[in-house]
C-alpha cells in the first residue's frame, strides 16, 4: 500500500498548536522547579564550550573508527580460520584486508 503523510493541518490549526504548546510549556515551568534537582537551574557559561569539544572528541572518534577497527584485525583473526561474514561491509572488507596484509 501507499504510505500517507497523515492528516493536513490548516495554518489556523497550526497556530492553535502553537498556543496551546506555549499554554503547556507557562504551566510546566511552572511546577519544573518542583520537579528537577537545583543544577538543573544554575547558571554554565561553559556548558556550549564542554559541549562542543565532546561533539568534537566523538567527530575524531568516528572519523578513525575504521583505522582502529583494522588495527585490532591480527588480535581477533588467526592462520588457518575460516571467515563467514553476512551481506557487504566496507568496514568488514577493510577489516579483513587489513588482517591479511598484517600476515
Do not use: C, W
Not at 14 to 36: K, Y
Request: hydrophobic share 35%; proline share 4%; aromatic share 4%.
Amino acid at each position: 500500500g501507499r504510505a500517507t503523510s497523515g492528516p493536513r493541518i490548516s495554518a489556523s490549526q497550526q497556530h492553535q498548536r502553537s498556543e496551546s504548546f506555549g499554554d503547556v510549556l507557562e504551566t510546566d515551568s511552572a511546577s519544573a522547579s518542583l520537579d528537577l534537582p537545583p543544577q538543573f537551574y544554575q547558571n554554565r557559561p561553559d556548558l556550549k564550550q564542554s559541549i562542543m569539544e565532546a561533539i568534537l572528541e566523538i567527530t575524531s572518534d568516528l572519523e578513525d573508527l575504521h583505522k582502529n577497527i583494522n588495527d585490532q584485525a591480527t588480535n581477533h583473526i588467526h592462520a588457518g580460520e575460516v571467515i563467514l561474514s553476512y551481506g557487504q561491509s566496507r568496514t568488514i572488507k577493510m577489516f579483513l584486508k587489513a588482517a591479511a596484509d598484517k600476515k
